[in-house]
């Protein structure tokens, strides 16, 4: 039996000051719509902003329903409205983040509910990897929280090694 490895690189920055100007921009975007997810239930709260090779930026948030599986993630609905307004645009870049309800609420103490970086469940990344697919072109993705490290991954597919995709059903 041969055992074999999976590794992929990517960069991390200290801070949102470490990135460069466009990428800080879409960070920050991310960061101020946080706030405004609908997550009554987790209270978590999550947004994602994509600037698209046509200079256009389109946002989303996690949006929850009582019956939890009704629920999209900030990723996905960012997705449906990229794929409704701008069929097969490619997403050049896509930032993460995301804010504990308790933190939104200015709580005493709880600073650090959100200084690390924020990785896309399960669901999303298989969400990312077909789009990617679907507009042969990588989805670059700036992963953080509201304040401290930020991850840049150079594509969503490094995050779901053993994919499912259109070869499994052939």
Known sequence: MKEKHYEFSYKVANSINDLDKD?????????????????????FHVASVARLANGKVVKGTNQ???????????????????????????IETMAITYQPQEALEGLEGLEGLSDKPI???????????????????PIRLILAGMKGTVYIIDTAKDLLPFAFGEVNLK
């Open 23 to 43: 990428d800080a921009a879409l960070l920050q975007q991310a960061r101020e719509l946080t706030p405004i997810a609908y997550a009554p239930y987790s209270k």
């Open 64 to 90: 929850e329903n009582a019956s939890f599986p009704v629920g999209i993630c900030a990723e996905r609905s960012l997705l449906a409205s990229v794929g409704t307004l701008y069929p097969n645009e490619v």
């Open 119 to 137: 990785s896309p469940c399960g669901m999303c990344r298989q969400a990312l990897l077909e789009y990617e697919t679907r507009v042969n072109h």
